[in-house]
Protein backbone atom coordinates (compact mmCIF):
# COMPACT_ATOMS: atom_id res chain seq x y z
CA UNK A 1 0.00 0.00 0.00
CA UNK A 2 2.69 2.51 0.98
CA UNK A 3 6.85 3.08 1.35
CA UNK A 4 6.40 2.68 4.60
CA UNK A 5 4.50 -1.15 4.60
CA UNK A 6 7.36 -1.70 2.25
CA UNK A 7 10.28 -0.83 4.49
CA UNK A 8 8.55 -2.32 7.41
CA UNK A 9 7.86 -5.68 5.43
CA UNK A 10 11.06 -5.86 3.18
CA UNK A 11 13.86 -8.57 4.06
CA UNK A 12 17.19 -6.50 5.31
CA UNK A 13 20.83 -7.08 5.76
CA UNK A 14 22.82 -4.83 8.84
CA UNK A 15 26.36 -5.00 8.50
CA UNK A 16 27.44 -2.22 11.87
CA UNK A 17 25.49 -3.22 14.79
CA UNK A 18 26.66 -3.85 18.47
CA UNK A 19 25.72 -6.64 20.48
CA UNK A 20 26.46 -4.99 23.82
CA UNK A 21 25.14 -2.26 22.39
CA UNK A 22 22.12 -4.27 21.54
CA UNK A 23 20.72 -4.74 24.97
CA UNK A 24 17.20 -3.60 25.72
CA UNK A 25 16.30 -1.95 28.81
CA UNK A 26 14.04 -5.45 29.50
CA UNK A 27 17.13 -7.83 28.96
CA UNK A 28 18.76 -5.01 31.44
CA UNK A 29 17.00 -4.89 33.79
CA UNK A 30 16.54 -8.78 34.12
CA UNK A 31 20.23 -9.70 34.34
CA UNK A 32 20.78 -6.63 37.08
CA UNK A 33 18.36 -8.18 39.11
CA UNK A 34 19.96 -11.81 38.70
CA UNK A 35 23.64 -10.34 39.50
CA UNK A 36 22.86 -7.74 41.68
CA UNK A 37 24.15 -4.75 40.20
CA UNK A 38 22.55 -1.58 41.26
CA UNK A 39 20.61 0.46 38.28
CA UNK A 40 19.54 4.10 38.97
CA UNK A 41 16.27 3.04 38.08
CA UNK A 42 14.65 -0.53 39.10
CA UNK A 43 11.55 -0.68 37.31
CA UNK A 44 11.46 -1.34 32.87
CA UNK A 45 9.68 2.29 32.34
CA UNK A 46 12.71 4.01 34.91
CA UNK A 47 15.43 1.88 33.21
CA UNK A 48 14.02 3.19 29.82
CA UNK A 49 14.24 6.52 30.79
CA UNK A 50 17.72 6.25 31.69
CA UNK A 51 18.44 4.38 28.27
CA UNK A 52 17.14 8.12 27.27
CA UNK A 53 20.61 8.82 24.89
CA UNK A 54 21.78 12.57 27.00
CA UNK A 55 25.48 12.56 26.16
CA UNK A 56 28.69 10.97 25.68
CA UNK A 57 29.87 10.49 29.45
CA UNK A 58 26.36 8.86 30.10
CA UNK A 59 26.59 6.82 26.53
CA UNK A 60 29.74 5.14 28.12
CA UNK A 61 28.04 4.69 31.78
CA UNK A 62 25.31 3.01 29.94
CA UNK A 63 27.51 0.79 28.61
CA UNK A 64 29.66 0.25 31.21
CA UNK A 65 26.63 -0.90 32.95
CA UNK A 66 25.64 -3.25 30.40
CA UNK A 67 28.74 -4.86 30.28
CA UNK A 68 28.52 -4.97 34.08
CA UNK A 69 25.38 -7.11 33.86
CA UNK A 70 26.80 -9.42 31.37
CA UNK A 71 28.14 -12.14 33.53
CA UNK A 72 28.05 -15.82 32.20
CA UNK A 73 28.32 -17.25 28.80
CA UNK A 74 24.48 -17.69 28.94
CA UNK A 75 24.11 -13.92 29.25
CA UNK A 76 25.53 -13.41 26.47
CA UNK A 77 23.71 -16.09 24.59
CA UNK A 78 20.55 -14.81 26.01
CA UNK A 79 21.51 -11.14 25.02
CA UNK A 80 22.12 -12.68 21.32
CA UNK A 81 19.01 -14.38 21.31
CA UNK A 82 16.61 -11.45 22.50
CA UNK A 83 18.80 -9.26 19.62
CA UNK A 84 18.25 -11.74 16.79
CA UNK A 85 14.46 -12.22 17.64
CA UNK A 86 14.45 -8.44 17.29
CA UNK A 87 16.04 -8.36 13.93
CA UNK A 88 13.62 -11.52 12.93
CA UNK A 89 10.76 -9.11 13.43
CA UNK A 90 12.41 -6.50 11.27
CA UNK A 91 12.75 -9.24 8.27
CA UNK A 92 16.54 -8.42 9.14
CA UNK A 93 17.97 -12.31 6.86
CA UNK A 94 21.54 -11.85 8.32
CA UNK A 95 23.54 -9.08 10.31
CA UNK A 96 27.12 -8.57 11.00
CA UNK A 97 27.63 -8.06 14.95
CA UNK A 98 30.29 -6.52 16.29
CA UNK A 99 31.52 -7.51 19.70
CA UNK A 100 34.25 -6.70 22.16
CA UNK A 101 35.32 -10.36 23.38
CA UNK A 102 38.38 -9.21 25.11
CA UNK A 103 36.39 -6.93 27.54
CA UNK A 104 34.37 -10.00 28.96
CA UNK A 105 37.46 -12.35 29.07
CA UNK A 106 39.31 -8.97 31.26
CA UNK A 107 36.70 -8.00 33.14
CA UNK A 108 34.97 -11.05 34.19
CA UNK A 109 37.09 -14.03 33.37
CA UNK A 110 34.70 -15.61 30.84
CA UNK A 111 36.87 -17.51 28.54
CA UNK A 112 36.79 -16.23 24.67
CA UNK A 113 35.59 -20.01 23.85
CA UNK A 114 33.13 -20.20 26.04
CA UNK A 115 31.98 -16.70 24.54
CA UNK A 116 31.99 -18.06 20.89
CA UNK A 117 30.09 -21.31 22.19
CA UNK A 118 27.33 -19.02 23.49
CA UNK A 119 26.91 -16.84 19.89
CA UNK A 120 27.03 -20.06 17.66
CA UNK A 121 24.14 -21.48 20.55
CA UNK A 122 21.88 -18.37 20.10
CA UNK A 123 23.12 -18.17 16.09
CA UNK A 124 21.53 -21.87 15.59
CA UNK A 125 18.59 -21.30 17.79
CA UNK A 126 17.45 -18.07 15.45
CA UNK A 127 18.38 -20.38 12.47
CA UNK A 128 15.78 -22.83 13.47
CA UNK A 129 13.28 -20.55 15.22
CA UNK A 130 13.22 -17.91 12.52
CA UNK A 131 15.18 -18.39 9.23
CA UNK A 132 17.98 -15.91 10.76
CA UNK A 133 21.24 -15.51 10.75
CA UNK A 134 24.36 -13.69 11.68
CA UNK A 135 28.31 -13.73 11.87
CA UNK A 136 30.91 -12.04 14.18
CA UNK A 137 33.31 -9.33 13.83
CA UNK A 138 35.16 -9.55 17.39
CA UNK A 139 36.65 -6.19 17.72
CA UNK A 140 39.78 -4.59 19.29
CA UNK A 141 38.22 -1.23 21.65
CA UNK A 142 40.93 1.19 20.40
CA UNK A 143 41.76 2.43 23.66
CA UNK A 144 43.61 -0.49 24.84
CA UNK A 145 46.97 -1.14 24.28
CA UNK A 146 48.54 -2.56 21.23
CA UNK A 147 49.88 -5.26 23.49
CA UNK A 148 46.20 -6.32 24.48
CA UNK A 149 44.62 -5.48 21.29
CA UNK A 150 46.86 -8.59 19.72
CA UNK A 151 45.40 -11.15 22.46
CA UNK A 152 41.44 -10.23 20.78
CA UNK A 153 43.81 -10.32 17.13
CA UNK A 154 44.95 -13.69 18.04
CA UNK A 155 41.92 -15.34 18.99
CA UNK A 156 39.95 -14.17 15.96
CA UNK A 157 42.96 -15.73 13.76
CA UNK A 158 42.27 -18.88 14.83
CA UNK A 159 38.58 -18.98 15.22
CA UNK A 160 38.70 -17.60 11.51
CA UNK A 161 40.59 -21.14 10.59
CA UNK A 162 37.08 -22.75 11.12
CA UNK A 163 34.02 -21.71 8.96
CA UNK A 164 31.67 -23.40 11.78
CA UNK A 165 32.70 -20.73 14.04
CA UNK A 166 31.14 -17.84 12.05
CA UNK A 167 34.28 -15.44 12.80
CA UNK A 168 34.36 -13.44 9.39
CA UNK A 169 36.62 -10.48 10.60
CA UNK A 170 38.57 -8.46 13.25
CA UNK A 171 37.08 -5.17 13.62
CA UNK A 172 38.10 -1.78 15.75
CA UNK A 173 35.59 -0.22 17.54
CA UNK A 174 35.74 2.73 20.53
CA UNK A 175 36.46 6.22 20.29
CA UNK A 176 38.84 7.80 17.76
CA UNK A 177 40.27 10.99 18.86
CA UNK A 178 43.60 10.01 20.17
CA UNK A 179 43.74 6.84 19.14
CA UNK A 180 44.56 6.31 15.69
CA UNK A 181 43.96 2.69 13.78
CA UNK A 182 47.93 2.53 13.49
CA UNK A 183 48.05 2.12 17.18
CA UNK A 184 46.70 -1.40 16.17
CA UNK A 185 48.61 -1.82 13.26
CA UNK A 186 50.55 -4.96 14.39
CA UNK A 187 47.15 -6.61 15.28
CA UNK A 188 45.62 -5.96 11.96
CA UNK A 189 49.12 -6.67 9.75
CA UNK A 190 48.68 -10.25 11.71
CA UNK A 191 44.97 -10.43 10.83
CA UNK A 192 45.65 -9.86 6.63
CA UNK A 193 48.59 -11.90 6.87
CA UNK A 194 46.36 -15.02 7.99
CA UNK A 195 43.93 -14.18 5.27
CA UNK A 196 41.23 -12.79 7.95
CA UNK A 197 39.14 -9.68 6.96
CA UNK A 198 39.05 -6.61 8.67
CA UNK A 199 36.80 -3.91 9.34
CA UNK A 200 37.62 -0.35 10.71
CA UNK A 201 35.60 2.17 12.66
CA UNK A 202 37.03 5.44 11.05
CA UNK A 203 35.82 8.82 10.18
CA UNK A 204 33.23 8.78 13.32
CA UNK A 205 34.51 11.75 15.33
CA UNK A 206 38.03 11.02 13.74
CA UNK A 207 38.68 13.02 10.63
CA UNK A 208 39.84 11.43 6.83
CA UNK A 209 43.04 11.12 8.16
CA UNK A 210 41.88 8.21 10.34
CA UNK A 211 39.96 6.71 7.51
CA UNK A 212 42.96 7.16 5.12
CA UNK A 213 44.88 5.31 8.40
CA UNK A 214 42.31 2.19 8.00
CA UNK A 215 42.25 2.18 4.42
CA UNK A 216 46.56 1.98 4.42
CA UNK A 217 46.36 -1.21 7.15
CA UNK A 218 43.64 -3.23 4.58
CA UNK A 219 40.29 -2.37 6.36
CA UNK A 220 37.46 -4.08 3.97
CA UNK A 221 35.05 -1.78 4.64
CA UNK A 222 34.66 1.34 7.05
CA UNK A 223 32.21 1.78 9.80
CA UNK A 224 31.03 4.79 9.70
CA UNK A 225 33.59 7.22 7.44
CA UNK A 226 31.31 10.08 7.08
CA UNK A 227 34.08 12.67 7.74
CA UNK A 228 34.95 11.39 4.51
CA UNK A 229 32.50 14.56 2.93
CA UNK A 230 35.19 17.22 4.36
CA UNK A 231 37.73 15.75 2.00
CA UNK A 232 36.55 15.33 -2.07
CA UNK A 233 39.68 13.66 -3.00
CA UNK A 234 39.20 10.71 -0.16
CA UNK A 235 35.43 10.59 -1.09
CA UNK A 236 36.62 10.19 -4.88
CA UNK A 237 39.27 7.32 -3.66
CA UNK A 238 36.35 5.78 -1.96
CA UNK A 239 34.37 5.77 -5.11
CA UNK A 240 36.78 4.59 -7.26
CA UNK A 241 38.10 1.49 -4.77
CA UNK A 242 34.35 0.65 -3.96
CA UNK A 243 35.14 0.99 -0.62
CA UNK A 244 31.82 0.51 1.46
CA UNK A 245 30.62 2.78 4.25
CA UNK A 246 28.38 1.06 6.92
CA UNK A 247 26.38 4.60 7.83
CA UNK A 248 24.55 4.97 10.61
CA UNK A 249 22.27 8.24 10.76
CA UNK A 250 20.47 8.39 13.99
CA UNK A 251 23.89 7.50 15.78
CA UNK A 252 25.83 9.93 14.12
CA UNK A 253 23.24 12.64 15.07
CA UNK A 254 22.94 11.65 18.74
CA UNK A 255 26.76 12.01 18.93
CA UNK A 256 26.44 15.07 17.53
CA UNK A 257 28.40 14.39 14.07
CA UNK A 258 25.79 16.32 11.69
CA UNK A 259 23.42 18.73 13.85
CA UNK A 260 20.08 16.89 11.59
CA UNK A 261 19.46 14.33 9.27
CA UNK A 262 18.87 16.70 6.39
CA UNK A 263 23.01 17.95 6.93
CA UNK A 264 24.04 14.16 7.19
CA UNK A 265 26.66 13.42 4.28
CA UNK A 266 24.32 10.00 3.46
CA UNK A 267 23.03 11.31 0.41
CA UNK A 268 26.01 13.24 -0.92
CA UNK A 269 28.05 9.78 -0.38
CA UNK A 270 25.80 7.53 -2.37
CA UNK A 271 25.14 10.96 -5.44
CA UNK A 272 29.01 10.57 -5.16
CA UNK A 273 29.21 6.90 -6.25
CA UNK A 274 29.99 5.51 -2.87
CA UNK A 275 28.77 1.89 -1.90
CA UNK A 276 26.32 2.80 1.41
CA UNK A 277 25.06 0.55 3.72
CA UNK A 278 22.22 1.59 6.24
CA UNK A 279 22.84 0.91 9.98
CA UNK A 280 21.51 1.18 13.62
CA UNK A 281 25.20 1.19 15.59
CA UNK A 282 23.25 0.24 19.12
CA UNK A 283 19.74 0.60 18.30
CA UNK A 284 17.93 0.62 21.50
CA UNK A 285 20.29 3.30 23.12
CA UNK A 286 20.28 5.32 20.37
CA UNK A 287 16.26 4.74 20.45
CA UNK A 288 16.54 3.41 16.82
CA UNK A 289 16.00 0.10 14.86
CA UNK A 290 17.16 -0.61 10.93
CA UNK A 291 13.99 -0.24 10.18
CA UNK A 292 13.58 3.41 11.38
CA UNK A 293 17.39 4.31 9.49
CA UNK A 294 15.27 3.35 6.66
CA UNK A 295 11.99 4.95 7.35
CA UNK A 296 13.62 8.60 8.26
CA UNK A 297 16.23 8.42 5.69
CA UNK A 298 13.38 7.41 2.81
CA UNK A 299 11.12 10.81 4.49
CA UNK A 300 14.36 12.73 4.62
CA UNK A 301 16.12 12.53 1.33
CA UNK A 302 12.72 11.38 -1.10
CA UNK A 303 14.02 7.98 -1.30
CA UNK A 304 11.97 5.37 -3.20
CA UNK A 305 11.52 1.89 -3.39
CA UNK A 306 14.16 1.47 -5.85
CA UNK A 307 16.93 3.34 -3.77
CA UNK A 308 15.86 1.62 -0.17
CA UNK A 309 16.51 -1.79 -2.41
CA UNK A 310 19.91 -0.41 -3.93
CA UNK A 311 20.86 0.22 -0.13
CA UNK A 312 19.86 -3.18 1.09
CA UNK A 313 21.72 -5.23 -1.94
CA UNK A 314 24.87 -3.36 -1.01
CA UNK A 315 25.12 -4.54 2.07
CA UNK A 316 24.33 -7.99 1.08
CA UNK A 317 26.95 -7.83 -1.51
CA UNK A 318 29.53 -6.57 0.75
CA UNK A 319 28.91 -8.60 3.22
CA UNK A 320 31.62 -10.92 4.28
CA UNK A 321 29.93 -14.47 3.88
CA UNK A 322 31.19 -16.61 1.45
CA UNK A 323 30.31 -15.83 -2.38
CA UNK A 324 27.79 -18.97 -2.54
CA UNK A 325 26.66 -18.24 1.08
CA UNK A 326 26.52 -14.27 -0.84
CA UNK A 327 24.95 -15.56 -3.30
CA UNK A 328 22.24 -17.12 -1.86
CA UNK A 329 21.37 -14.40 0.55
CA UNK A 330 21.17 -12.05 -2.48
CA UNK A 331 18.65 -14.31 -3.96
CA UNK A 332 16.50 -14.73 -0.67
CA UNK A 333 16.53 -10.88 -0.75
CA UNK A 334 15.13 -10.26 -4.13
CA UNK A 335 12.48 -12.93 -3.95
CA UNK A 336 11.58 -11.16 -0.90
CA UNK A 337 11.64 -8.22 -2.49
CA UNK A 338 9.92 -9.29 -5.75
CA UNK A 339 6.80 -10.79 -3.03
CA UNK A 340 7.12 -7.53 -0.63
CA UNK A 341 6.56 -5.14 -4.17
CA UNK A 342 3.57 -7.17 -5.55
CA UNK A 343 1.74 -6.83 -1.71
CA UNK A 344 2.66 -3.40 -0.56
CA UNK A 345 3.02 -1.41 -3.46
ZN1 LIG B 1 29.88 1.16 15.77
Known amino acids: MSLRDYIVNVPKVELHVHLEGSMPPE ?46 AEDIEQLAKDFLRRQAEQNVLYSEITYTPYTHYHQKGIPFREQLNALNRARRWAEAEFGVTMRYIFDI ?53 A ?23 GSQRIGHGVQAVHDPALVRELAELQIPLEISPTSNLKLKVFPSLAEHAIQSLIDAGVVVTLNSDDPPMFNTTLTDEFLQCAETFGWDADQVDALILNAARVSLLSASERAALEDRILDGMTMIRAEYL
Not at 35 to 56: C, I, K, Q, Y
Not at 195 to 217: F, K, N, Q, Y
Open 195 to 217: GVPIVLHAGEHGGPDSIRGALAL
Open 27 to 72: TLLELAQKHNVPLPANTLSGVRDWFTFVDMPHFVQIYITISNCLRT
Open 141 to 193: AREVPPEKGIVTAEWVIDAFQNPENAVVALGLGGYEVGHPPEKHAVSFAAARE
